[in-house]
């Protein structure tokens, strides 16, 4: 469930020639004037001056910044990164916390001495691996009209398709876990290729607080097992708020829309016109065969019709199975299937372990 944490530390000390880097100022070539100094720690009775400081390992990041007249030192780490070395699967509240144990005895072992419970949040990302019944190409059509915006995100690489619905403040992402995997270079032995990624990113701390209640880390262990709930609830409210019947609904308003466009262009040709443009393939996966029956009976008002075109429809998407050959053919499912397959694994009861 936990995934990516950003901690902003508040009591904390650094030791005498801790293992930090510093990155110097930059200087005027023409006077030598340094800009961007400032006063980061200290080290006994010596200034370390800076642009910033920073301490890069395996498992986490930890950056001291000055803004305005303060400097904050941030923590940045994925929890499941550092209790399995990947974040495949997830954690519960006592790997999170000994995640957090073994982060301080780390910075500890660095010079940074600090109490990782008491600190603030600065962004949480929680996430669910789950492994789809179908290709992930095959939802592209579903994750854009839940307006959710096809995007190449930075962190996952140029060939990671993510869908992205988001604003300033928070980020719900979904992608294929196994191509993510794959352009990582890392093992993906024992990995679905179905298996799918659904995220929600609280990107600062006045979302976490109004979210969540709270914008501590002590706090957070506090309540982890209600982060479930309140993933749940957000997809719910956001993406999967209709039924599968109010989905298919939409649906069936949308696709009568075409009809009628046709209809008007083309009079009594129309449907056929649509169906060699489309296929009937593309067609019989808008929605259940008794949502386009209904959409054709409310636009053409001519049941023979209706009954007519169904059939050939039927006999179609029979035919192209048995040319394919192929079982996963048989259950290609349609657009109000694949919305419940998702709101489903989405918003069920996670397992923590995706993978043995």
Not at 156 to 184: A, D, P
Not at 193 to 215: A, P
């Amino acid at each position: 469930m936990i995934d990516t944490l950003k901690l902003r530390l508040i009591d904390y000390s650094i030791k005498q020639h801790a293992n930090l880097s510093v990155e110097p100022p930059n200087y005027l070539v023409s006077t030598g004037e340094t800009v961007n100094e400032h006063l980061l720690y200290k080290d006994q009775h010596l200034d370390i001056r800076g642009k910033k400081a920073y301490l890069n390992e395996i498992l986490y990041n930890l950056d001291l910044r000055p803004f305005k007249n303060a400097v904050y030192c941030d923590l940045h780490f994925s929890a499941p990164k550092v209790v399995y070395g990947e974040n495949l699967n997830s954690i519960d509240k006592r790997q999170f916390e000994d995640c957090l144990k073994l982060i301080e005895k780390s910075l500890a072992n660095n010079g940074i001495m600090t109490n990782l419970k008491n600190t603030t949040l600065s962004r949480v990302d929680l996430n669910k691996t789950f492994t789809t019944n179908e290709d992930f190409v095959n939802y592209f059509q579903l994750f854009q009209h839940l307006n959710c915006k096809r995007a190449t995100l930075r962190e996952f690489g140029k060939n990671v398709l993510t869908f992205l619905y988001s604003n300033t403040q928070y980020q719900v992402c979904i992608y294929s876990k196994y191509n993510e995997m794959m352009s990582r270079g890392v093992s993906v032995e024992g990995v679905s290729q179905n298996s799918m990624r659904s995220e929600l990113r609280l990107m600062n701390k006045v979302k976490i607080k109004s979210s969540l209640g709270y914008n501590s880390t002590s706090e957070l262990i506090y309540n982890y097992d209600n982060l479930e709930s309140f993933y749940n609830s957000t997809f719910e409210n956001n993406l999967f708020r209709y039924s599968a019947p109010e989905y298919e609904s939409i649906s069936i308003n949308e696709f009568e829309g075409t009809l009628i466009y046709y209809r008007d262009k083309y009079g009594v040709r129309g449907f056929d016109k649509l169906r060699k443009r489309y296929g009937d393939q593309y067609i019989s996966t808008l929605m259940t065969l008794e949502g386009i029956a209904t959409a054709i009976m409310n636009v053409y008002k001519q049941r023979k019709k209706v009954s007519t075109y169904m059939r050939d429809l039927n006999e179609s998407k029979f035919d192209i199975n048995i040319l394919r050959n192929n079982e996963a053919a048989n259950q290609k499912s349609n657009s109000v299937d694949l919305y419940n397959e998702i709101k489903e694994k989405i918003t069920s009861v996670n397992t923590l372990k995706l993978v043995g």
